[in-house]
């Protein structure tokens, strides 16, 4: 094995880690997206008190919020295949990646869900009243002032419910899934020099974290200057 720590081989084999980045920035992307959109249709139908549905989507958040995220990996991933072949669904064509992306986005909409609820409610009331009285219907209203301004709102903690999220794909190489980790390990297991695999790996996360909260705080400026600009023309129309 040699000298404990090897800065050369660090830097050698740096670039096969980067290779398999794109794995954890697909997954933290796509399921960030999907899982922030079902988090704010959750948090309309929880705030509008739908029969059952709402009775239903409290237990769904409280099981993702109560549980362990490998354990909601392993159910999702192994669970769901094992359940549809009992029903005679063949789950063979689809990508293990999917259920993957799967775990991910339910996990990041039931906190998203919570997040903009309350963000949702604290939109001043006068902002829905003013767009009730110059005609706007109640789904023009969510989508031109209230979503934008739970948004604005929202940015901060939903940027570090991602970079949680980032952070969690750690994870994934538990369900064979080749990510970074997963390739950083198996490399580890070829050179026992596990050490500098994992710096190199720490590296990476850290740059990712690093654009992620760069991303947040360009999105919530950006957003907060449109949200103070549009203001005036709601009062103009009215």
């Given at each position: 094995m040699g000298n404990l720590f090897s800065v050369e081989?660090?830097?050698k084999v740096f670039p096969q880690l980067l290779g398999y980045v794109h794995v954890t920035v697909m997954v933290t992307v796509v399921s960030a997206v999907l899982g922030i959109l079902l988090g704010a249709g959750i948090a309309?139908?929880?705030?509008?008190?739908?029969?059952?549905?709402?009775?239903?989507?409290?237990?769904?958040?409280?099981?993702?919020?109560?549980?362990?995220f490998l354990v909601q990996l392993f159910l999702i991933y192994f669970g769901v295949p094992e359940i549809m072949s009992h029903m005679g669904i063949s789950t063979k064509h689809i990508p293990g990646l999917v259920f993957v992306y799967a775990?991910?986005?339910l996990h990041i909409a039931a906190y998203s869900a919570e997040i903009m609820r309350s963000s949702i409610d604290a939109v001043a009331v006068g902002e829905k009243e003013a767009a009730k009285s110059i005609g706007m219907t109640e789904?023009?209203?969510?989508?031109?002032?209230?979503?934008?301004?739970?948004?604005?709102?929202?940015?901060?903690?939903?940027?570090?419910?991602?970079?949680?999220?980032?952070k969690g794909t750690a994870l994934i190489f538990n369900v064979g899934v080749v990510?970074?980790?997963?390739?950083?390990?198996?490399?580890?297991?070829?050179?026992?020099?596990?050490?500098?695999?994992?710096?190199?790996a720490a590296i990476i996360y850290a740059v990712?974290?690093?654009?992620?909260?760069?991303?947040?705080?360009?999105?919530?400026?950006?957003?907060?200057?449109?949200?103070?600009?549009?203001?005036?023309?709601?009062?103009s129309e009215e």
């Open positions: 081989y660090m830097i309309i139908v929880r705030l509008k008190k739908v029969p059952v549905l709402n009775q239903l989507l409290v237990v769904f958040i409280s099981f993702m919020r109560g549980t362990p775990v991910f986005t789904l023009q209203s969510y989508v031109r002032i209230i979503l934008p301004q739970a948004f604005t709102m929202s940015i901060p903690p939903l940027t570090n419910l991602v970079i949680g999220m980032l990510d970074m980790m997963r390739k950083a390990d198996l490399m580890g297991g070829n050179s026992q020099r596990y050490l500098e695999l994992f710096v190199d990712l974290i690093i654009i992620v909260s760069l991303l947040g705080r360009l999105l919530e400026k950006r957003f907060t200057v449109a949200g103070r600009t549009a203001r005036p023309v709601l009062i």
